[in-house]
């Protein structure tokens, strides 16, 4: 009796084990791995895109109809580029992720940079700096999502100019992000006749801006143009309020954040702050061709996580994960996603023949020779009015 027991139980093991057989996913896997600032300095920026990418990675293991499986391998690299690195390697040799998402910040995207080339995977980067890209001939693995600095300074000086202002003080992050500011704003600002007066910079850490701000004032500049993230770009600008400076204070894409008007409050009111769609998506024509992108987006993002939550950052990631997968559509229908190195190669090649991508945060091109794919048609400048961020026009 027993005996029959156990050979019921063995064919039961056995039907159940048939049903998970029959029931497995037996589609290609795309694997994506992401290194992101969930801690340290740089989680204010990182927070929007870690949400996005937890949406997206619901969403696309919910997707049946998606002819491949998609599996995130994630790590935290504490805004420490060396960790991002650790991270990086491990994604790459341990994890075998086909793509790696990485990193929050300009230094850790740098940092990487030779990895993603030595091991031949494709890297999306979610930093500004356009050194983290140029020249595509060196950087043939890694692409990027967000605004460069060089485009949204371009747009930024043009302002300038406009309003008729021929003076102008720079205050920046001395990190890597700052100087990649730092050497665009020189250059543009130079072509366009912009004179800089005063140059100043700090380190992420700092919380007491007022020397800096102080030697600004002395200079008496038309403008000051703030290349930082937050808390230190709004303490900047508060700083300067404080001292005394009365002139327009402008901020780069790194500073398009809800974290600038909550650490800055009442002194940001007036701040004019480079930014990407979404951040004055509702004022834009509804001809627009990235409107309805971006009202898709926000859609998804506040139906998750709540009204007035989706930010620049989190934008950024629903296209650093979008674009790669479309792209792993054309190397499954090629037949090119069986081998690691093989699928690793062909994505990258797919990832650069994207053309006329409609986004969130604007309308990629890639090529050979540019591995941003944006143009000014992705930029707009806000000015920070009430406490909210408004087209300006």
Not at 101 to 130: D, G, H, Q
Not at 344 to 365: C, F, K, P, S
């Amino acid at each position: 009796m027993l005996g029959i027991k156990r050979s019921a139980a063995a064919l039961s093991l056995a039907g159940l084990a048939l049903a998970h057989a029959a029931n497995a996913d037996t589609r290609p896997e795309l694997r994506i791995g992401v290194v992101s600032s969930m801690t340290g300095g740089a989680s204010a920026i990182a927070a929007g895109a870690v949400a996005t990418i937890n949406l997206m990675q619901e969403r696309l293991g919910q997707d049946a109809e998606l002819p491949f499986r998609v599996t995130f391998v994630k790590y935290d690299d504490g805004s420490d580029p060396a960790r991002a690195v650790n991270a990086a390697r491990k994604l790459i040799q341990e994890d075998r992720v086909h793509l790696v998402i990485c990193c929050t910040t300009t230094p850790a995207s740098l940092a990487v940079n030779k990895v993603v080339e030595e091991e031949k995977t494709p890297n999306l980067s979610l930093a500004s700096a356009a050194a983290v890209i140029e020249p595509a001939d060196q950087h043939r693995f890694t692409f990027k999502t967000p605004l460069t600095d060089r485009l949204m300074i371009v747009r930024t000086v043009d302002y300038l100019r406009s309003k008729g202002y021929r003076t102008v003080a720079f205050m920046g992050l001395e990190d890597s992000y700052g100087e990649g500011g730092w050497v665009e704003f020189q250059r543009i600002a130079g072509e366009k006749g912009m004179k800089i007066v005063s140059a100043e910079r700090f380190a992420r850490g700092d919380t007491n801006f007022t020397p800096q701000a102080m030697r600004v004032v002395r200079q008496k500049p038309d403008a000051v143009y703030v290349h930082a993230i937050p808390p230190s770009s709004a303490l900047a600008h508060e700083s300067l309020r404080r001292v005394g400076f009365g002139g327009e204070i402008l901020h780069g894409a790194g500073s398009s954040t809800a974290a600038l008007i909550a650490v800055g409050k009442k002194a940001i009111e007036g701040a004019v702050v480079g930014t990407a769609a979404l951040t004055v998506y509702r004022q834009l024509p509804a001809s627009h061709p990235i409107k309805p992108v971006v009202e898709r987006f926000v859609g998804l993002y506040e139906g998750k996580y709540g009204a007035g939550k989706a930010d620049l950052f989190a934008a950024q990631a629903y296209d650093t994960v979008n674009i790669p997968v479309a792209a792993y559509r054309q190397v499954v229908a090629a037949g090119k996603a069986s081998g690691l190195a093989q699928a690793r190669l062909a994505l990258r090649d797919a990832i650069e023949q994207t053309r006329e991508y409609v986004g969130v945060t604007g309308i990629y091109n890639y090529s050979p020779q540019d591995h941003l794919g944006l143009d000014g048609r992705s930029t707009f400048l806000a000015i920070v009015r009430n406490g909210k961020f408004e087209l300006l026009k």
